[in-house]
């Protein structure tokens, strides 16, 4: 049984820089999120996916932020001209009812 | 807006005692579930237990289990027999089960928990 799997688990880059991230959620799931986790705090909700389509983002994804879902399999969220704020646990999660399950998250550390 | 609150930083517990992580929500929708999540250091949320709004029994999952009272908003979890390995950061969570938020879950701020040996 897999469970959902994010790829890098870790990522360290500029200022400036671009980074992508990768979600393989469990193969049946067809919902899938992204979360935001800082230091210390709970996750927060970034954007969500049914099948391919995005149907809700948060406040939180400035246009700096991209996420897709093609094929409504595996989903992408892109961070464009990186910034120190940046610096968190990016956690997926998907389902396929009410239980969501996560993935282990990248921690992306912006110098 | 949902909002949880989680009003212990930091808790901690004799190994094979039991111990209770406070949560509190409030939410004028009467359709909504609480879930509690497990985050050791390694980072990955790990599902412990669910209540459903309408659940007229409280929830138990093994060790785990969760004391809603739904007048006082709150869903305290209560660990049973604490073992070393519960060490870690928990998470109160609830999903609105309503509009088109279907699915996002709001967290609090966590509490961490450290058993002794």
């Known amino acids: 049984d897999t469970g959902v799997s994010q790829d890098p688990r870790h990522k360290i880059t500029k200022r400036g820089q671009n980074v992508t991230f990768r979600c393989d959620p469990i193969?049946?799931?067809?919902?899938l999120y992204w979360y935001r986790q800082t230091l210390g705090q709970g996750p927060e909700f970034l954007t969500y996916f049914q099948n391919e389509a995005q149907l809700e983002k948060s406040r939180l994804l400035s246009d700096r932020f991209s996420a897709e879902r093609p094929k409504g399999s595996f989903s992408t969220l892109e961070i464009q001209r990186t910034e120190q704020g940046d610096s968190a646990m990016y956690l997926c999660a998907s389902s396929r009812g009410r239980d969501q399950y996560f993935g282990p998250g990248t921690r992306l550390l912006v110098l | 807006a949902q909002k949880i609150t989680q009003t212990q930083p930091g808790m901690f517990v004799q190994e094979k005692e039991a111990v209770t992580l406070d949560c509190t929500y409030d939410t004028s929708d009467p359709s909504y579930g609480l879930f509690w999540y497990k985050q050791p250091s390694s980072g990955e949320m790990i599902f412990l237990i669910y209540q459903g709004s309408y659940d007229q029994q409280n929830a138990t999952e093994g060790r785990y289990s969760l004391n809603f009272q739904k007048a006082r908003k709150s869903a305290n979890l209560v660990i049973s027999a604490s073992q070393l390995g519960d060490s870690a950061m928990y998470f109160c969570a609830t999903l609105w089960a309503g509009g088109t938020s279907y699915g996002k879950l709001t967290f609090g701020q966590g509490t961490i928990l450290t058993v002794h040996p």
């Open positions: 193969s049946e799931h067809n919902r």
